[in-house]
Every structure is written in C-alpha cells, then in structure tokens.
C-alpha cells in the first residue's frame, strides 16, 4: 500500500496568520516545526495502518517548506518546484492507493483561517462548474481521474466542513477552529499529532484504487480582485473574460484543467504591482 501525502501549510498546527506561512520570517520558521509534526503524524499513523510506503508532496509557496530531519525515516519526500501536478504530484504513476491532505484550508472568498486559492489575495472566488472550489476540490477532481481517493484531510474545522463535499469518506482532523481569517483557537502539536495519527491509522483501511473518474468537461472561473488581472489571464489560450474581474475557459479533463489553472494564476501573479496590486 502506497499513500501520498499533499503537504500544505495553512491548515497546520498552529498556523493563523501570514508571517506564520511566509518563507523567511521568523515566524514561518517557528511553525515549519508544527506543520513537519502534523506531516510526521500522519506518516505514522499510515504505517501504523499497514502502509508500506508514504511520499510525501511539499504542497506549499517555494515548496520547501518542511523539515526532513524530523521526519520518520521511512517516508520519503518530494520537495521544490515546479511540479506537472503541482500540490498532487506523484498521483499520476499507476502506483498510489489514497492520498491524504494535511494542513489544507478554505477556498478564496470563503470563511477559514488564511482561505485561499493558490494565490494568496488577487483571487475572489474559484468555480468549478458553477461550485465554488477550494484547493482541495480542485485536487480532489485531479485525483479522482487516477483511481486514487481522498482518505484524510485536517486543516481548520472549515476546511473539513469543505471537504464533506468533495471527500465524504475520508477521515477529517480539525487542528484549529476558524475565529476569522487571522484568528483560531488552535490545539497545542502535541494532541493534534496524537488526533492526526490515530485518524491516519483508520483512514489507511480506506486507501483502495478504484475506477478512474472521467468527470469532463470542466468549466473553471476565476475571480480577481481587479479587473487588469482579468485582462492579463486571457493571454492564457481558451481563457476568456465573462465579466471585469472574471475569465473561465473550459477543460475535457481536470489534469489539463490544473494546468490551465496554473497557467492563470501564474500570469495574474506576474500582474500583481506592489500596493496597489
């Protein structure tokens, strides 16, 4: 049994606001401890549950992010960028059984501790044939195209909300609850390692291939917090402008939709001017 793990940040111990997330402060080196001892639980609960072998996908910023040293020796961890998949690469090998998303948060435009999608501030709102998405259900329609399921996702008690609809079987750890966008009542590492862990374990029972899901056509839209980032994302072919602040383009399957998706908010962060943005 193979479980790949997609490591983000936001959602981890202790995590609750942007110095804690950005690589370089004092802070973010502070809670890389936290977010490897999230990581670590869950790589110890899968072997506990009878894996036999864990990777583990740095999901965050630079993607470089997590501590090696601290983890347990047997996973192995995938690190940098840039990546085909990006936050699920290493799904598309034919050779994964579950995959576990530790320290996902909220969508952008919606409640959570530090919510998101993909860039931090400039994106209002992602759809995904009319649904509002998170990372986790941009993912999730990724991986769903391997036969690979959604087994464990912790975060903040919104993000397991979010991923009752794109992952209802899998095991949820809520390591803070949401106060607001820069504010949680978060459990101390020591429990949520024990939580996180013991769920891993159970959540390992659920990690069987199943058929690939041929979910197309996908009909992405993005929303920006102005209407030039809008403009800028339609040098990207198929992406379109339905509105002043808003562009969709539409994919036969999520793998290309991602990487479209990558494409947009890579461009529309290069539009970004200090300030005034």
């Given at each position: 049994m193979k479980i790949l793990i997609s490591a983000d940040m936001e959602g981890a111990?202790?995590?609750?606001?942007?110095?804690d997330v950005l690589p370089g402060t004092p802070q973010w080196e502070r809670c890389r401890s936290m977010f490897t001892s999230d990581v670590n639980a869950a790589v110890q609960g899968f072997f506990d549950g009878g894996a036999d072998e864990v990777l583990i996908n740095e999901a965050h910023w630079t993607m470089r992010n997590l501590l090696?040293?601290?983890?347990?020796?047997?996973?192995?961890?995938?690190?940098g960028r840039h990546k085909s998949l990006s936050m699920v690469e290493g799904v598309q090998h034919g050779d994964v059984d579950g995959i576990a998303f530790v320290g996902y948060h909220a969508g952008a435009g919606m409640e959570g501790v530090l919510a998101h999608t993909f860039?931090?501030?400039s994106i209002t709102g992602v759809w995904i044939n009319d649904v509002r998405a998170s990372e986790g259900l941009l993912n999730a329609h990724?991986?769903?195209?391997?036969?690979?399921?959604v087994i464990l996702v912790t975060g903040d008690d919104v993000a397991c909300e979010d991923a009752?609809?794109?992952?209802?079987?899998?095991l949820k750890v809520a390591v803070k609850d949401h106060v607001s966008r820069y504010a949680a009542v978060c459990r101390t590492p020591a429990r949520t390692a024990a939580d996180i862990r013991a769920a891993a374990k159970e959540a390992a029972a659920l990690a069987v291939r199943r058929e690939p899901v041929d979910g197309g056509p996908f009909t992405?839209?993005?929303?920006?917090?102005?209407e030039h980032l809008a403009m800028a994302a339609t040098v990207v072919p198929g992406v379109t402008r339905t509105g002043e602040r808003k562009v969709q383009y539409t994919s036969g399957t999520m793998y290309d939709g991602i990487r479209t998706f990558k494409a947009v908010t890579t461009i529309a962060s290069a539009a970004v001017e200090e300030q005034y943005g």
């Open positions: 111990t202790g995590v609750t606001w942007p110095a090696l040293e601290q983890l347990d020796d047997r996973a192995q961890m995938l690190t860039l931090a501030n990724v991986v769903a195209e391997y036969g690979v399921p009752l609809g794109y992952a209802p079987e899998a992405v839209a993005v929303e920006f917090d102005a």
